[in-house]
């Protein structure tokens, strides 16, 4: 298993007891393996500290104003490429086919772009593979570090860390993903207070899923190209976790 993914996604997960009292553990594992350089497990150490330290009900209201509120930061993946249109609902059936064919079945109410269930799929999967994917997704994810790091939260050392990964086995943003981070970085940060303006920006097309005569749109294609390929499922189905 590959380790520092699958803490990413519990880092990246909803804050919970159990989620403080494994932050110890956390570092550990990640400085562990040395999937990542020195400078990007510095960057997690913010978050760390304040899982450790925080009041439990305060990390989770911080994390819902954060994730739960803001389009601009939601951690659903396809959110940032299609918003709620049908192309994301038949994006959505391709990827949970594919956790399926590799025996991982989500087990939250969460979509299958979540990206912490996303980590925890890739965690299952050779390194070259989840490396090919996180690459796929890393002007996304690009976009979410910078906006966090304008807010000062410090989640944006979690998506340090992946990008480091990424980084590391050195892939880096091609031109037209390039473009397309230029692209998410012009959309207007959201007020999570603002109740008023997220009521009016979530009023949009319902997610469908099944058959669509599009066929998907092409980025969301590209973006599950390399999930497509047959993958060696793990000995146990994974689960994933909130």
């Known amino acids: 298993m590959l380790v520092t993914l699958k803490a990413a996604s519990l880092l990246l997960s909803y804050p919970s007891e159990e989620l403080q009292a494994a932050v110890d553990d956390i570092r550990d594992a990640v400085g562990g393996e040395r999937l990542a350089r020195p400078a990007a497990l510095t960057a997690i150490e913010p978050l760390l500290a304040e899982l450790r330290q925080g009041d439990l009900y305060d990390l989770q209201e911080r994390y819902v104003a954060l994730f739960d509120r803001s389009r601009t930061l939601s951690l659903n993946l396809f959110e940032h490429v299609h918003g709620e249109s049908r192309d994301r609902g038949g994006a959505m059936v391709d990827l949970l086919g594919t956790y399926r064919a590799a025996g991982f079945e989500p087990s939250t109410g969460e979509l299958p772009d979540h990206l912490p269930a996303l980590l925890e799929f890739l965690a299952t999967q050779p390194l070259d593979e989840a490396v090919a994917i996180l690459a796929d997704a890393a002007h996304i994810l690009s976009a979410v570090e910078v906006r966090l790091e304008r807010r000062g939260s410090a989640y944006a050392g979690v998506f340090q860390l992946l990008l480091d990964v990424v980084s590391a086995e050195k892939r880096q943003l091609g031109a037209e993903q390039r473009e397309l981070l230029d692209a998410l970085l012009t959309e207007e940060d959201e007020d999570p207070n603002d109740l008023e303006r997220l009521d009016a920006a979530w009023a949009e097309t319902e997610v469908v899923f099944g058959p669509d005569p599009n066929a ?27």
């Open 216 to 242: 998907g749109c092409p980025a969301a294609r590209d973006m599950l190209g390399r999930m497509s390929a047959p993958l060696n499922a793990p000995s146990e189905p994974a689960r994933a976790a909130k």
